[in-house]
Protein backbone atom coordinates (compact mmCIF):
# COMPACT_ATOMS: atom_id res chain seq x y z
CA UNK A 1 0.00 0.00 0.00
CA UNK A 2 1.60 3.21 -0.91
CA UNK A 3 1.40 6.54 1.25
CA UNK A 4 -0.19 9.50 0.00
CA UNK A 5 2.13 11.82 -1.26
CA UNK A 6 1.95 15.14 0.86
CA UNK A 7 2.57 18.73 -1.14
CA UNK A 8 5.58 20.62 -0.42
CA UNK A 9 4.95 23.30 2.07
CA UNK A 10 7.29 25.46 -0.72
CA UNK A 11 4.14 24.65 -2.86
CA UNK A 12 1.15 25.15 -0.29
CA UNK A 13 3.20 29.00 0.37
CA UNK A 14 3.09 29.81 -3.37
CA UNK A 15 -0.15 28.38 -3.58
CA UNK A 16 -1.69 30.66 -0.41
CA UNK A 17 0.76 33.36 -2.02
CA UNK A 18 -1.34 33.23 -5.52
CA UNK A 19 -4.57 33.08 -4.26
CA UNK A 20 -4.05 36.48 -1.74
CA UNK A 21 -2.32 38.26 -4.55
CA UNK A 22 -5.68 37.06 -6.37
CA UNK A 23 -8.42 38.14 -3.83
CA UNK A 24 -6.36 41.67 -3.59
CA UNK A 25 -6.42 42.22 -6.95
CA UNK A 26 -10.22 41.65 -6.82
CA UNK A 27 -10.56 43.72 -3.61
CA UNK A 28 -8.61 46.72 -5.78
CA UNK A 29 -11.18 46.46 -8.88
CA UNK A 30 -13.78 46.74 -6.30
CA UNK A 31 -12.54 49.55 -4.34
CA UNK A 32 -11.42 50.92 -8.33
CA UNK A 33 -14.95 50.78 -9.39
CA UNK A 34 -17.00 52.34 -6.22
CA UNK A 35 -13.77 55.18 -6.49
CA UNK A 36 -14.87 55.81 -9.81
CA UNK A 37 -18.55 55.79 -9.41
CA UNK A 38 -18.28 57.92 -5.88
CA UNK A 39 -15.83 60.44 -7.94
CA UNK A 40 -18.25 60.41 -10.94
CA UNK A 41 -21.51 61.21 -8.98
CA UNK A 42 -19.60 63.75 -7.10
CA UNK A 43 -18.46 65.55 -9.95
CA UNK A 44 -21.72 65.68 -11.47
CA UNK A 45 -23.21 66.87 -8.15
CA UNK A 46 -20.33 69.63 -8.64
CA UNK A 47 -21.03 70.45 -12.01
CA UNK A 48 -24.96 70.21 -11.38
CA UNK A 49 -24.66 72.87 -8.66
CA UNK A 50 -22.37 75.41 -10.19
CA UNK A 51 -24.39 74.89 -13.70
CA UNK A 52 -27.97 75.69 -11.46
CA UNK A 53 -26.32 78.50 -9.70
CA UNK A 54 -25.10 80.14 -12.99
CA UNK A 55 -28.39 79.24 -14.76
CA UNK A 56 -31.08 80.56 -11.83
CA UNK A 57 -27.75 83.50 -9.87
CA UNK A 58 -26.24 85.06 -12.84
CA UNK A 59 -27.25 88.03 -15.36
CA UNK A 60 -26.32 85.35 -18.62
CA UNK A 61 -27.63 82.64 -17.10
CA UNK A 62 -30.99 84.50 -16.15
CA UNK A 63 -31.00 85.40 -19.80
CA UNK A 64 -30.22 81.71 -21.16
CA UNK A 65 -33.46 80.51 -18.74
CA UNK A 66 -35.40 82.98 -20.17
CA UNK A 67 -34.52 82.32 -23.78
CA UNK A 68 -35.37 78.26 -23.33
CA UNK A 69 -38.81 79.62 -21.45
CA UNK A 70 -39.82 81.84 -24.38
CA UNK A 71 -39.02 78.68 -26.80
CA UNK A 72 -40.98 76.75 -25.09
CA UNK A 73 -44.04 78.92 -25.03
CA UNK A 74 -44.09 79.02 -29.06
CA UNK A 75 -44.06 75.00 -28.53
CA UNK A 76 -47.08 72.56 -27.47
CA UNK A 77 -45.03 72.47 -24.28
CA UNK A 78 -45.82 75.47 -23.13
CA UNK A 79 -46.65 74.77 -19.42
CA UNK A 80 -42.94 72.98 -19.14
CA UNK A 81 -41.84 76.15 -18.96
CA UNK A 82 -43.20 76.53 -15.44
CA UNK A 83 -40.28 74.56 -14.31
CA UNK A 84 -37.82 76.92 -15.31
CA UNK A 85 -39.55 80.45 -14.52
CA UNK A 86 -42.63 79.49 -12.32
CA UNK A 87 -46.09 79.73 -13.18
CA UNK A 88 -47.13 83.18 -11.99
CA UNK A 89 -44.19 84.44 -14.20
CA UNK A 90 -45.07 81.82 -17.27
CA UNK A 91 -48.43 84.23 -17.46
CA UNK A 92 -46.95 87.05 -17.09
CA UNK A 93 -44.39 87.11 -19.91
CA UNK A 94 -47.41 85.69 -22.07
CA UNK A 95 -49.54 88.59 -20.97
CA UNK A 96 -46.82 90.94 -21.57
CA UNK A 97 -46.49 89.39 -24.76
CA UNK A 98 -49.67 89.80 -25.80
CA UNK A 99 -49.44 92.98 -25.10
CA UNK A 100 -46.36 94.18 -26.56
CA UNK A 101 -47.53 92.62 -30.07
CA UNK A 102 -50.95 94.44 -29.78
CA UNK A 103 -48.95 97.68 -29.35
CA UNK A 104 -46.78 96.97 -32.26
CA UNK A 105 -50.10 97.16 -34.48
CA UNK A 106 -51.12 100.65 -33.51
CA UNK A 107 -49.11 102.90 -35.09
CA UNK A 108 -50.52 104.41 -38.86
CA UNK A 109 -48.62 103.03 -41.55
CA UNK A 110 -48.09 105.74 -44.33
CA UNK A 111 -45.97 103.74 -46.71
CA UNK A 112 -46.81 104.04 -50.27
CA UNK A 113 -45.67 101.33 -52.92
CA UNK A 114 -44.75 102.32 -56.68
CA UNK A 115 -44.88 99.32 -58.94
CA UNK A 116 -42.46 98.90 -61.39
CA UNK A 117 -43.09 97.10 -65.07
CA UNK A 118 -42.54 92.99 -64.62
CA UNK A 119 -39.34 93.68 -66.26
CA UNK A 120 -35.67 94.96 -66.02
CA UNK A 121 -32.68 96.05 -67.95
CA UNK A 122 -29.51 94.35 -68.65
CA UNK A 123 -25.67 95.29 -68.08
CA UNK A 124 -26.23 95.29 -71.93
CA UNK A 125 -28.91 97.40 -72.25
CA UNK A 126 -31.58 94.59 -72.93
CA UNK A 127 -34.52 94.36 -71.59
CA UNK A 128 -35.08 91.30 -69.98
CA UNK A 129 -38.80 89.91 -68.33
CA UNK A 130 -37.97 89.65 -64.37
CA UNK A 131 -38.99 86.43 -62.99
CA UNK A 132 -42.43 86.51 -61.25
CA UNK A 133 -40.87 84.67 -58.13
CA UNK A 134 -37.41 84.42 -56.90
CA UNK A 135 -35.86 82.47 -54.22
CA UNK A 136 -32.88 82.74 -52.70
CA UNK A 137 -31.57 80.36 -49.15
CA UNK A 138 -30.72 82.26 -46.00
CA UNK A 139 -28.41 81.33 -42.92
CA UNK A 140 -27.48 82.94 -39.59
CA UNK A 141 -26.65 81.26 -35.85
CA UNK A 142 -28.68 78.54 -35.60
CA UNK A 143 -30.57 78.83 -38.35
CA UNK A 144 -31.29 77.96 -42.38
CA UNK A 145 -34.03 79.14 -44.66
CA UNK A 146 -35.28 80.77 -47.53
CA UNK A 147 -36.90 84.22 -48.63
CA UNK A 148 -39.08 84.16 -51.80
CA UNK A 149 -39.50 87.19 -53.12
CA UNK A 150 -42.57 87.71 -55.27
CA UNK A 151 -42.09 91.13 -57.87
CA UNK A 152 -45.89 91.57 -58.61
CA UNK A 153 -47.69 91.73 -55.82
CA UNK A 154 -51.07 91.81 -57.56
CA UNK A 155 -50.46 87.79 -58.51
CA UNK A 156 -51.46 86.82 -54.68
CA UNK A 157 -54.33 84.73 -53.78
CA UNK A 158 -55.72 83.57 -50.53
CA UNK A 159 -55.89 79.86 -50.83
CA UNK A 160 -58.23 77.76 -48.45
CA UNK A 161 -58.93 74.32 -48.03
CA UNK A 162 -61.07 72.26 -50.77
CA UNK A 163 -63.67 70.67 -48.27
CA UNK A 164 -64.77 71.21 -45.32
CA UNK A 165 -63.76 69.76 -41.98
CA UNK A 166 -60.31 69.40 -42.21
CA UNK A 167 -57.51 71.83 -43.40
CA UNK A 168 -55.36 71.68 -46.57
CA UNK A 169 -51.58 70.93 -47.39
CA UNK A 170 -49.97 73.83 -48.53
CA UNK A 171 -48.37 71.27 -51.12
CA UNK A 172 -52.27 70.28 -52.27
CA UNK A 173 -53.47 73.88 -52.15
CA UNK A 174 -50.85 74.76 -54.99
CA UNK A 175 -51.50 71.66 -57.03
CA UNK A 176 -55.08 71.75 -56.68
CA UNK A 177 -55.13 75.36 -57.85
CA UNK A 178 -52.33 75.68 -60.41
CA UNK A 179 -50.21 77.73 -58.16
CA UNK A 180 -46.11 78.69 -58.98
CA UNK A 181 -45.65 78.75 -55.23
CA UNK A 182 -47.32 79.08 -51.25
CA UNK A 183 -46.76 79.70 -48.30
CA UNK A 184 -48.63 79.13 -44.94
CA UNK A 185 -50.43 82.16 -43.88
CA UNK A 186 -52.61 82.59 -40.84
CA UNK A 187 -53.13 80.80 -37.37
CA UNK A 188 -56.16 78.22 -36.52
CA UNK A 189 -57.38 76.62 -33.53
CA UNK A 190 -55.44 74.01 -32.46
CA UNK A 191 -56.34 71.67 -29.42
CA UNK A 192 -53.24 69.85 -28.38
CA UNK A 193 -51.46 70.90 -31.40
CA UNK A 194 -53.65 68.02 -33.01
CA UNK A 195 -55.87 69.88 -34.62
CA UNK A 196 -57.90 69.68 -37.79
CA UNK A 197 -56.81 72.57 -39.37
CA UNK A 198 -59.65 74.07 -40.33
CA UNK A 199 -61.22 76.71 -37.89
CA UNK A 200 -59.35 79.90 -38.59
CA UNK A 201 -58.43 82.27 -35.76
CA UNK A 202 -59.69 85.85 -36.26
CA UNK A 203 -60.57 86.39 -39.91
CA UNK A 204 -60.22 85.33 -43.38
CA UNK A 205 -61.20 87.42 -46.58
CA UNK A 206 -60.26 86.14 -49.76
CA UNK A 207 -60.75 87.79 -52.99
CA UNK A 208 -62.29 90.78 -51.41
CA UNK A 209 -65.04 88.80 -49.79
CA UNK A 210 -65.25 88.27 -45.80
CA UNK A 211 -65.01 84.08 -45.74
CA UNK A 212 -64.75 83.96 -42.17
CA UNK A 213 -65.77 85.84 -39.43
CA UNK A 214 -64.86 84.38 -35.99
CA UNK A 215 -64.97 88.20 -34.18
CA UNK A 216 -68.49 88.91 -34.38
CA UNK A 217 -69.97 91.97 -36.12
CA UNK A 218 -68.16 95.22 -34.68
CA UNK A 219 -64.90 93.22 -34.10
CA UNK A 220 -61.24 93.99 -34.32
CA UNK A 221 -58.20 92.19 -35.06
CA UNK A 222 -54.29 92.38 -36.38
CA UNK A 223 -54.09 91.32 -39.63
CA UNK A 224 -51.80 90.62 -42.73
CA UNK A 225 -52.77 90.83 -45.95
CA UNK A 226 -53.15 92.70 -49.52
CA UNK A 227 -55.28 95.32 -50.71
CA UNK A 228 -56.49 95.55 -54.21
CA UNK A 229 -53.71 97.69 -55.64
CA UNK A 230 -51.45 94.88 -54.13
CA UNK A 231 -50.64 97.32 -51.51
CA UNK A 232 -49.93 95.27 -48.01
CA UNK A 233 -51.87 95.42 -44.76
CA UNK A 234 -50.69 95.17 -41.45
CA UNK A 235 -51.93 96.24 -37.92
CA UNK A 236 -54.88 96.03 -35.97
CA UNK A 237 -57.85 97.11 -37.99
CA UNK A 238 -61.84 96.73 -37.66
CA UNK A 239 -64.15 95.04 -39.81
CA UNK A 240 -65.05 98.48 -40.82
CA UNK A 241 -61.84 99.87 -41.78
CA UNK A 242 -60.54 96.93 -43.54
CA UNK A 243 -63.86 97.44 -45.79
CA UNK A 244 -63.01 100.32 -46.36
CA UNK A 245 -59.58 99.93 -47.52
CA UNK A 246 -60.70 97.76 -50.02
CA UNK A 247 -58.76 94.67 -48.80
CA UNK A 248 -58.64 91.60 -50.69
CA UNK A 249 -56.85 88.90 -49.43
CA UNK A 250 -56.06 88.63 -45.41
CA UNK A 251 -55.67 86.88 -42.33
CA UNK A 252 -55.57 87.32 -38.57
CA UNK A 253 -52.05 87.00 -37.33
CA UNK A 254 -49.20 89.37 -34.99
CA UNK A 255 -47.20 90.74 -34.65
CA UNK A 256 -46.55 93.72 -37.02
CA UNK A 257 -42.82 93.71 -36.94
CA UNK A 258 -41.93 96.20 -39.39
CA UNK A 259 -43.92 99.87 -39.93
CA UNK A 260 -42.67 102.75 -42.33
CA UNK A 261 -39.88 101.35 -42.65
CA UNK A 262 -38.20 100.77 -39.12
CA UNK A 263 -38.36 97.53 -37.66
CA UNK A 264 -40.40 97.30 -33.84
CA UNK A 265 -38.22 94.85 -32.27
CA UNK A 266 -34.98 96.17 -30.34
CA UNK A 267 -33.15 92.92 -29.43
CA UNK A 268 -33.19 89.46 -29.75
CA UNK A 269 -34.52 89.36 -26.24
CA UNK A 270 -37.88 90.66 -27.48
CA UNK A 271 -37.55 88.34 -30.57
CA UNK A 272 -40.01 85.41 -28.57
CA UNK A 273 -37.72 82.78 -28.45
CA UNK A 274 -36.51 80.38 -30.62
CA UNK A 275 -38.26 78.33 -33.43
CA UNK A 276 -39.56 77.80 -37.49
CA UNK A 277 -40.87 80.73 -38.38
CA UNK A 278 -42.56 82.19 -41.32
CA UNK A 279 -43.24 86.21 -42.17
CA UNK A 280 -44.50 88.15 -44.61
CA UNK A 281 -43.15 92.16 -45.95
CA UNK A 282 -43.16 94.31 -48.91
CA UNK A 283 -40.80 96.31 -50.66
CA UNK A 284 -41.29 100.25 -52.25
CA UNK A 285 -41.40 98.84 -55.51
CA UNK A 286 -44.46 96.82 -54.09
CA UNK A 287 -42.74 93.29 -54.47
CA UNK A 288 -43.65 91.05 -51.68
CA UNK A 289 -41.11 89.18 -49.68
CA UNK A 290 -41.87 86.12 -47.33
CA UNK A 291 -39.26 84.34 -45.34
CA UNK A 292 -39.02 81.14 -44.25
CA UNK A 293 -37.50 79.73 -41.09
CA UNK A 294 -37.01 75.92 -40.69
CA UNK A 295 -36.01 75.09 -37.03
CA UNK A 296 -36.29 72.30 -34.36
CA UNK A 297 -33.88 70.38 -36.51
CA UNK A 298 -30.68 70.79 -33.95
CA UNK A 299 -28.29 68.71 -36.94
CA UNK A 300 -29.63 70.99 -39.05
CA UNK A 301 -31.59 74.43 -37.96
CA UNK A 302 -32.67 75.29 -34.44
CA UNK A 303 -34.72 78.17 -35.75
CA UNK A 304 -34.84 81.87 -35.13
CA UNK A 305 -36.34 84.44 -33.03
CA UNK A 306 -38.56 87.11 -34.30
CA UNK A 307 -35.29 89.99 -34.26
CA UNK A 308 -33.54 87.77 -37.07
CA UNK A 309 -36.60 87.47 -39.25
CA UNK A 310 -37.09 91.88 -39.01
CA UNK A 311 -33.32 91.82 -40.00
CA UNK A 312 -33.69 89.95 -42.68
CA UNK A 313 -36.19 91.81 -43.88
CA UNK A 314 -35.06 95.27 -43.59
CA UNK A 315 -31.94 93.65 -44.82
CA UNK A 316 -33.69 93.43 -48.32
CA UNK A 317 -35.54 96.67 -47.84
CA UNK A 318 -39.00 96.16 -46.55
CA UNK A 319 -41.00 99.21 -45.35
CA UNK A 320 -43.83 96.77 -43.87
CA UNK A 321 -43.64 93.71 -42.52
CA UNK A 322 -45.90 91.14 -40.05
CA UNK A 323 -45.30 87.90 -38.54
CA UNK A 324 -47.70 84.66 -39.80
CA UNK A 325 -47.93 81.31 -37.98
CA UNK A 326 -44.82 79.56 -37.81
CA UNK A 327 -43.95 76.28 -35.78
CA UNK A 328 -44.76 73.04 -37.57
CA UNK A 329 -47.00 75.03 -39.86
CA UNK A 330 -44.12 76.59 -41.63
CA UNK A 331 -43.80 75.45 -45.16
CA UNK A 332 -42.72 76.57 -48.58
CA UNK A 333 -43.66 74.95 -51.62
CA UNK A 334 -42.86 76.08 -55.16
CA UNK A 335 -43.20 74.36 -59.00
CA UNK A 336 -45.29 71.41 -56.62
CA UNK A 337 -41.98 70.56 -54.65
CA UNK A 338 -41.72 71.44 -50.78
CA UNK A 339 -38.92 73.88 -50.63
CA UNK A 340 -37.82 73.90 -47.13
CA UNK A 341 -37.85 71.13 -44.32
CA UNK A 342 -41.00 71.53 -41.95
CA UNK A 343 -40.35 70.43 -38.47
CA UNK A 344 -43.54 68.63 -37.39
CA UNK A 345 -42.61 64.76 -37.10
CA UNK A 346 -45.86 63.68 -38.86
CA UNK A 347 -44.95 65.78 -41.99
CA UNK A 348 -46.83 69.10 -43.24
CA UNK A 349 -49.50 70.14 -41.72
CA UNK A 350 -53.07 70.49 -42.75
CA UNK A 351 -53.95 74.47 -42.45
CA UNK A 352 -56.93 76.89 -43.21
CA UNK A 353 -54.85 79.49 -45.25
CA UNK A 354 -51.94 80.11 -47.18
CA UNK A 355 -51.06 82.92 -49.67
CA UNK A 356 -50.38 81.26 -53.26
CA UNK A 357 -48.79 82.66 -56.12
CA UNK A 358 -50.31 82.58 -59.54
CA UNK A 359 -49.52 83.81 -63.09
CA UNK A 360 -53.30 84.34 -63.74
CA UNK A 361 -55.00 85.40 -60.88
CA UNK A 362 -58.43 86.22 -61.89
CA UNK A 363 -58.77 82.92 -63.64
CA UNK A 364 -58.61 81.47 -60.16
CA UNK A 365 -62.02 80.09 -58.27
CA UNK A 366 -61.72 79.55 -54.77
CA UNK A 367 -65.25 78.82 -53.48
CA UNK A 368 -65.75 79.41 -49.23
CA UNK A 369 -65.95 76.47 -47.83
CA UNK A 370 -66.83 78.40 -44.24
CA UNK A 371 -70.27 79.75 -46.03
CA UNK A 372 -73.41 79.23 -43.67
CA UNK A 373 -71.09 77.63 -40.96
CA UNK A 374 -71.43 79.12 -37.40
CA UNK A 375 -67.88 79.45 -35.76
CA UNK A 376 -69.05 78.49 -32.61
CA UNK A 377 -70.44 75.17 -33.94
CA UNK A 378 -66.85 74.24 -35.89
CA UNK A 379 -64.56 71.62 -33.56
CA UNK A 380 -61.38 72.26 -34.12
CA UNK A 381 -60.05 68.80 -32.86
CA UNK A 382 -62.72 66.30 -34.63
CA UNK A 383 -61.33 63.96 -37.06
CA UNK A 384 -63.14 63.30 -40.36
Known sequence: ??????????????????????????????????????????AVLIVGTLGAGWFFLTPS?????????DTLITTQHRHWAKYIIGQAELDRRVAEYNQ???????????????????????AEGTVVKKPLVEIEEVSGSGYQGYVMTVND????????????GRGEKVSSMVKRTGAIAGVNAGGFADP??????????????????????????????????????????????????????????AVTFQPRIIVNG????????????????????QRADGAILFVVID???????IGANLYDVQQILLKRGAVIAANLDGGSSTVLVKDNQIVNKPSSEYGERYLPTAFLVFEHPDEVNIPNIWAGLNPDDIDPGKKR
Open 262 to 281: KGLIKNAKEGWGIAPRTAMG
Open 192 to 249: NWKGNGFKPIGIVISQGKLYYNGLGKNGSTQVVGIDKSGKMVAGHYSLKELNNMGIKE
Open 295 to 301: GRQPTYS
Open 153 to 164: PTKIRLGIPKAR
Open 100 to 122: RFESMGEEKDTHQIHIPAPQQTS
Open 1 to 42: MERATLPKRSTVRQQNRTKSVKNKKRQKRRRGFGWFFSRFML
Open 61 to 69: GNEFRFLVA
